[in-house]
């Protein structure tokens, strides 16, 4: 699959270091697939994997963070701007299979893919979880989609004062989706097993190809490596292994 043009509709600050970026044209994506984004010739060498905020037939929406050299260049895009992408890349929450009480739960950025997630659910009721380190975003988006949404920050400024996880109830819910932190999911993978309930988890790496070719983002499983980009990166929660 090769990279494509796309224009920029626009790329804004939501938050502190926390950019939605919407790029004009007809594009494809399901819940928990991604693109690989590239404004930039050659350095850095690798492209960056960014999960599919929403998409619609005139335009898609990605939702990411500054945190190194790419992010920062892609943060300084402007409308009318144009960068290459690639995708959509990877497999999906299945959320046509999924039915009854939906719980979710992310960490930070992890909220990016969720959009599209309770967008797409058609289920008995959804609670949403998100866990901030102090000032929540997308939340207004999110809202009219689930049934009730709790909120934590890490500094007490909203909602909840503490970690996410200390909010969250497995035993409530017939399947969990999670994305976050590897530490946050691999502690709700932990409770869910506690509680007999299926979970999936959307596992984030350092991507080079994001078809599956070079093996950089291979992830730990009971049936050995995987990759993230090709196997992934929706993985159900008892069949991942994260060192954290």
Not at 11 to 30: A, C, H, P, T, W
Not at 33 to 42: G, H, K
Request: charged residues 25%.
């Amino acid at each position: 699959m090769n990279f494509t043009s796309a224009k920029v509709l626009s790329n804004i600050e939501i938050s502190d270091g926390v950019y939605r970026l919407i790029l004009m044209g007809q594009f494809q994506g399901k819940p928990g697939q991604f693109y690989m984004l590239r404004a930039w010739e050659e350095e850095p060498i690798l492209s960056r994997p960014i999960s599919i905020e929403n998409v619609d037939d005139k335009s898609i929406t990605f939702l990411y963070q500054v945190v190194g050299k790419g992010t920062k260049i892609l943060s300084k895009l402007k409308a009318k701007g144009e960068l290459n992408i690639q995708g959509p890349l990877g497999n999906t929450f299945p959320v046509e299979q999924l039915s009854g009480k939906v719980g979710i739960i992310t960490g930070g950025i992890g909220i990016a893919p969720m959009e599209l997630v309770v967008k797409s659910l058609k289920v008995d009721s959804i609670d949403f979880h998100c866990g901030f380190r102090n000032k929540s975003y997308l939340i207004n988006e999110i809202m009219e989609h689930v049934t009730k949404v709790y909120i934590s920050t890490e500094t007490g400024s909203e909602g909840y004062k503490g970690y996410v996880t200390d909010l969250f109830k497995p035993e409530n819910y017939d399947v969990v989706l999670c994305c976050g932190p590897e530490v946050m999911m691999n502690k709700v993978i932990k409770m869910c097993k506690d509680k007999n309930v299926t979970s999936y988890v959307s596992m984030e790496k350092h991507m080079a190809c994001g078809v599956g070719a070079c093996l950089v983002c291979t992830c730990k499983t009971i049936d050995g490596n995987k990759r993230t980009c090709k196997d992934g990166p929706i993985f159900l929660g008892s069949e991942v292994m994260i060192d954290a």
